[in-house]
């Protein structure tokens, strides 16, 4: 790549960082001018006829209000206008965040976390939507009263799309004028952004940044987060066509994919993931890799971003050039792009009645967790459940029982009861936002079937609505069970009361039983038999805890067992656990063997982690295996190619490599303004090092590090 295209790049990454987001953690990408707006507006049109529309004119205020910001360099535009509120807007803002208190908002679960049927928008465009909406609108018979919803719904959208639309023009504006106080290459930059932004997304794209600047403009006014779906299926023919016209060379859409990777750090927290995948399959099962996969690859090394990220989903038939630039990127410590199985998810999707045509189209949409593209009405980790408080619990319940199989039971039974009672409140949270909405109408504009049968996805309108809760814990229970096992039942050396008893005072005066527990124990792993047996045995009741439970939209309940950051937020509140943990320690990072316990290497760890079917758990699987940088690369690149298509051959759902050594992890803990741009892997997704907590920090720090 050119000089200069890089110097844009780095000189763009280390302004996105010096704002209040990254700084300061300032929420997602509505901070409180954007929320000022929303809220003054929807205070003011009460004399609107329902909630929904009166928050679909807020939407709007919001839209027309929102200051254009075009940053030095930028080829892709469109962030939040981050300028701090006045001490009178502070106080209105607080004034009116009162009232908000007692505004039916919806309830609170897992909102977002789907990919929008961006494919669609670069079709048609927003004005192709806006000509479906009306269509639609005009058809309705108002006679039959169930149309008078589908009206409002309509009305909602209409009222959204322009105001983008209006907004999308004033970004033309904005850039004109720019260009008139300009000259030389930075004024044509501006009169070429001013040129985009008449178009797109009001109108399809044309060229390969048009289709990257629509798809980002209508992402970033939005509440929460979108992901972007396989885009080297729906930009290739964009591509395709720049460089038959002489537009575009492979260099140049490098710079601009990594230049659109970067505006997630300006406008979402630090160490939130904002996706799109590539490669897969298509319905016809061809393997999915053209120039726009290789592009969207080669950028991540150029934007080093932990909030954009691209992930790869891994078939048989994909090039080893591909998988080896995957591998070779995480070697180099960009924490990217995590390795998803095409054929075991499409296999799960398929069995959890997806058509193949819908099964080939997912993504991941945040961590893991895998929802169909412009589908999808799916909540996402709803709720987090914890495990090891489970056993805990069970433990509490399971005194007196004589045999491990009798314990198991009890154990079971108090999973099964959770499970089913969290489902009644996530069943409650859906009636309730079925009632008064949480989705902006333009969510439901982009994910089918919502205007065809004329229902937002709040009411049900998308074509899949099962819910993924989360399962966090899952090794350190497996460990424990293992422990309870040995020490309680098979040896007889304590009771379940006096081992509880233990572990309420944090193992104070037993440390030597808590070193037994973790040197000498089995654990999963390890490859060990049985601690492999026990995971597979979890893994099945937590799947017939979930059978036979239904949602409020009539959906099924389909599990993950990954995890974001609550494997530390829980594990700070749960106390020691017999597999050897300390009371406040993280639990164990998703589906990934407790830290540090995989001390036989890296095929046993990943036999372990293989030993029960991962298909049944769309809501996410994250193994997580950090390798010193040259386990990765020169002559050891084939060895880890290998290791990968062994994984995916033998059904791992997602692989996550970390590949930075122990050392580096200490100094920038100690002297973290040397290390600003650490990225690593966690539980589901990669994140800045020095972003973390203490405890994450540790947690990484913890992990085994192995060499192959």
Not at 426 to 453: F, H, P, W
Request: hydrophobic share 40%; charged share 25%.
């Amino acid at each position: 790549m050119k000089q200069s295209a890089i110097d844009r790049i780095n000189s763009l990454r280390a302004f996105y960082k010096t704002g209040p987001v990254f700084t300061e953690w300032v929420n997602f990408n509505r901070q409180r001018r954007q929320r000022l707006n929303y809220m003054r507006a929807l205070s003011q049109n009460g004399n609107l006829y329902s909630y929904r529309l009166r928050r679909a004119h807020a939407e709007a205020y919001l839209l027309d209000n929102m200051e254009p910001v075009i940053n030095d360099g930028e080829l892709i535009v469109g962030l939040p206008d981050l300028s701090p509120l006045t001490d009178e807007e502070q106080k209105e803002y607080d004034e009116l965040a009162k009232g908000m208190k007692f505004s039916p908002q919806g309830a609170h679960i897992t909102a977002a976390h789907m990919a929008l049927d961006y494919a669609k928008l670069v079709r048609v465009g927003v004005n192709g939507l806006l000509d479906e909406v009306n269509c639609r609108m005009a058809a309705l018979d108002m006679n039959i009263p169930e149309n008078i919803e589908k009206c409002e719904f309509y009305e909602c959208c209409k009222v959204e799309l322009e105001a983008l639309i209006r907004l999308q023009h004033r970004y033309a504006e904005k850039a004109r004028a720019l260009a008139e106080e300009a000259d030389g290459e930075k004024k044509k930059e501006l009169l070429d952004i001013a040129e985009m932004m008449d178009r797109v997304p009001a109108q399809p794209p044309r060229t390969f940044r048009e289709g990257l600047e629509a798809i980002h403009f209508y992402n970033v006014t939005m509440w929460d987060l979108y992901y972007f779906g396989r885009v080297d299926r729906y930009l290739i023919d964009l591509y395709n066509a720049d460089v038959a016209a002489g537009r575009l060379t492979h260099e140049d859409a490098v710079e601009l994919y990594a230049c659109f990777l970067l505006m997630p750090e300006a406008y979402i927290l630090p160490n939130v993931a904002l996706d799109a995948m590539v490669g897969g399959t298509t319905e016809d099962g061809k393997t999915v890799e053209n120039e726009v996969t290789h592009i969207a690859i080669e950028a991540i090394e150029y934007a080093r971003s932990a909030n954009g990220k691209v992930s790869l989903a891994v078939t048989d038939d994909m090039s080893d050039e591909l998988i080896k630039k995957a591998i070779r990127l995480n070697a180099i410590g960009c924490a990217q792009p995590a390795l998803f199985n095409d054929r075991i998810i499409i296999e799960g999707l398929m069995r959890a009645g997806m058509p193949r045509s819908d099964a080939n189209n997912y993504c991941n949409t945040g961590c893991v967790e895998i929802t169909p593209v412009g589908k999808s009405g799916i909540h996402v980790v709803s709720p987090y459940h914890n495990l090891a408080a489970m056993l805990l619990t069970a433990m509490e319940n399971g005194s007196g029982t004589k045999s491990f199989d009798d314990f198991y039971r009890v154990f079971e039974g108090v999973l099964h009861s959770e499970i089913a009672r969290r489902n009644i409140d996530m069943n409650r949270a859906q009636m309730e936002r079925a009632r008064n909405g949480q989705e902006s109408a333009r969510v439901s504009c982009l994910t089918d079937d919502c205007l065809k049968l004329g229902k937002a996805v709040d009411a049900g309108g998308a074509i899949y609505n099962f819910v993924e809760p989360n399962f966090l814990g899952f090794s350190n229970v497996v460990d424990s069970l293992a422990a309870i096992n040995v020490l309680v039942y098979e040896n007889g050396e304590y009771t379940v009361e006096s081992l509880l008893e233990i572990l309420k005072n944090n193992f104070d005066g037993n440390e030597a039983l808590r070193l037994r527990i973790v040197n000498k124990l089995p654990h999963y792993g390890t490859d060990d038999e049985f601690t492999n047996s026990l995971a597979k045995r979890l893994s099945d009741s937590i799947l017939s805890g979930c059978k036979g439970l239904y949602t409020y939209r009539g959906a099924t309940l389909i599990p993950g067992a990954f995890s974001y950051y609550e494997h530390a937020r829980f594990g700070r509140r749960t106390g020691a656990t017999p597999d050897g943990r300390h009371a406040g320690y993280p639990l164990s990072s998703g589906s990934s063997p407790v830290q540090g316990r995989e001390t036989k290497g890296p095929t046993a760890a990943m036999l372990s982690t293989l030993s029960w079917d991962h298909r049944n758990f769309l809501g996410g699987i994250a193994v997580n295996m950090k390798f010193t940088p040259s386990c990765m690369q020169g002559e050891n690149e084939d060895k880890m190619l290998e290791f990968v298509r062994t994984f995916m051959r033998l059904g791992g759902f997602q692989l996550q490599l970390n590949a930075v050594d122990r050392e580096t992890l200490l100094d920038a803990r100690e002297h973290p303004e040397n290390h600003s741009d650490l990225l690593v892997r966690v539980g589901g997704f990669s994140a800045y090092f020095t972003k973390l907590s203490p405890e994450m920090q540790q947690e990484i720090i913890d992990r085994n590090e192995h060499s192959i």
